[in-house]
């Protein structure tokens, strides 16, 4: 190893144990299994689609957007965290109620109640930035990031119609994840996130959904492990 190599390593050695020194009095979250409570807002954009045009009165044709009103969802999930990656398998539920249908050339308004729902689950991978916590001397707020994939039912209904119509489809989804936990101690985490959810093509809307959440999320850390 040539001289400015190994001035290099000691360099980098030594910048790196700066950056982790408040790891002996920091609040880390234990590794093991955890679980999570989430539950938040709701909001799926408008959707626009040609599908919409051989939908029966009372709608007004053409129509071409559905309007969604903000909704709710609730999620849980078990994991196992292993200093910054982890890994868990999410329960979820969300419902937007539907406001109205529009017309593509008046832009005349059709109420249509009823909602559409989400009941599936997804297995996720997570990954904290627990440095960037340390360089900022703030350790117990941990902010992260995650990606995640799996199976929901999609549920529509629409009172306006007589009948009402009803439709059941199920569908894979992926999710982006972008949030942060505050470490209250070593097995109690409170924090906010976002997921966006996007589905695959739904048949009545010709074309996928996307959900977008914001939500607080509460995890109690265990310490355990499944071979305990």
């Given at each position: ?35 999570s ?25 053409p129509?071409?957007?559905l ?89 529509t ?11 059941s ?15 209250a101690?070593?097995?109690t ?13 739904v ?13 607080i ?11 305990d």
């Amino acid at each position: 190893m040539n001289f400015s190599l190994k001035k290099a390593v000691i360099h980098a050695t030594f910048a790196l144990t700066i950056a982790y020194a408040p790891l002996a009095n920091a609040i880390v979250a234990a590794d093991g299994i955890y679980y999570s409570l989430l539950l938040g807002g709701a909001y799926s954009p408008s959707i626009t689609s040609s599908a919409f045009t051989t939908l029966p009165a009372p709608v007004v044709q053409p129509v071409n957007a559905l309007k969604f009103k903000p909704g709710f969802t609730l999620s849980g999930e078990m994991g196992v965290k292993y200093g910054s990656p982890r890994l868990g398998v999410q329960f979820f539920w969300g419902q937007m109620a539907h406001r109205y249908f529009r017309n593509a050339n008046t832009g005349t308004k059709t109420e249509v109640g009823g909602a559409t729902t989400l009941l599936g689950g997804s297995v996720n991978a997570y990954l904290d930035f627990d440095f960037i916590a340390h360089q900022m001397d703030a350790d117990e707020f941990i902010p992260y990031v995650g990606i995640g994939a799996g199976v929901t039912r999609v549920r529509t209904d629409f009172k306006v119609f007589t009948p009402k119509m009803i439709t059941s489809e199920s569908k894979h989804v992926f999710q982006a994840i972008a949030g942060f936990l505050y470490n209250a101690d070593s097995y109690t985490s409170i924090g906010m996130e976002y997921r966006g959810y996007f589905t695959g093509d739904v048949a009545v809307f010709g074309k996928p959904m996307q959900v977008h959440t914001v939500s607080i999320v509460i995890t109690n850390h265990t310490d355990g492990w499944f071979f305990d």
